[in-house]
């Protein structure tokens, strides 16, 4: 099955700075990428995702890569502010529809 | 739009009771609904996915006449924890699928196993 890493578990940064998380896949058949956010006690909310025929993808201040030949793609958020402190979530989906998680990396932006 | 809820947010109970869990598209119709169970500080692990109509298919290690699913229609499905435990309490979510890849994820259930 789908094999996903993600780095790193936790990031601090400053107001005003920008996050970058990294993941890798095992499954060359993966074909969606999906980032979550997840803040305290609540589901995962879908910020951006990426397709296998794309790569790169932006929204505001957030952006997406993906290199499907190393197999790995990111998260980028530029500009941090307060509110982007939660748990963030990369996936990978083969054709089967199931969505296999990162460990997720805890994000606390700095006032 | 595509919003799921869950019902209830939270729910404490005695050891060796039963508990359901509603989860509902509100704004479109799911094809396939999922459920997950996700331990304090760690990822999302699926339990099992279900289809309107047909029996649920359960994930490797998680027991299915324990963790039972229903999913009497495109909106709606239903986990119910039997004989429920201690090592049972979890942040159980689930999530709902339009047909393509992307799942729309519930809120979220807290289940407090006494």
């Known amino acids: 099955g789908e094999n996903v890493e993600q780095h790193p578990s936790t990031l601090s940064v400053q107001e005003g700075d920008s996050a970058v998380i990294k993941c890798t896949y095992s499954?060359?058949?993966?074909?969606?990428f999906p980032w979550y956010k997840q803040e305290l006690g609540k589901g995962p909310q879908l910020i951006i995702d990426?397709?296998?025929?794309?790569g790169e993808k932006k929204d505001q201040r957030i952006a997406v890569t993906l290199n499907k030949t190393a197999k790995h793609f990111s998260l980028h958020i530029t500009e941090t502010q307060p509110e982007d402190s939660a748990v963030y979530f990369c996936?990978?989906?083969?054709?089967?529809?199931?969505?296999?998680f990162g460990a997720g990396t805890t994000v606390t932006v700095r006032a | 739009g595509a919003v799921v809820s869950q019902h209830p947010s939270w729910v404490i109970c005695k050891s060796g009771t039963s508990v359901k869990i509603e989860c509902r598209s509100l704004?479109?119709?799911?094809?396939?609904m999922f459920w997950y169970r996700q331990f304090p500080k760690q990822s999302l692990m699926l339990m099992a996915t279900?289809?309107?109509?047909?029996?649920?298919?359960?994930e490797q290690g998680v027991e299915k006449d324990k963790f039972l699913i229903n999913h009497a229609s495109l909106t709606l499905s239903t986990l119910t924890v039997t004989s429920a435990h201690p090592e049972d309490s979890s942040f159980y979510i689930c999530?709902?699928?339009?047909?393509?890849?992307?799942?729309?994820f519930g809120p979220g259930t807290r289940l407090t196993v006494l």
């Open positions: 279900s289809n309107e109509g047909s029996k649920a298919t359960y």
């Open positions: 704004d479109f119709q799911a094809t396939t």
């Open positions: 999530s709902a699928s339009k047909g393509r890849d992307e799942q729309f």
């Open positions: 499954d060359s058949a993966s074909n969606y």
């Open positions: 990426i397709r296998s025929n794309v």
């Open positions: 996936a990978a989906s083969p054709n089967d529809y199931k969505l296999s």
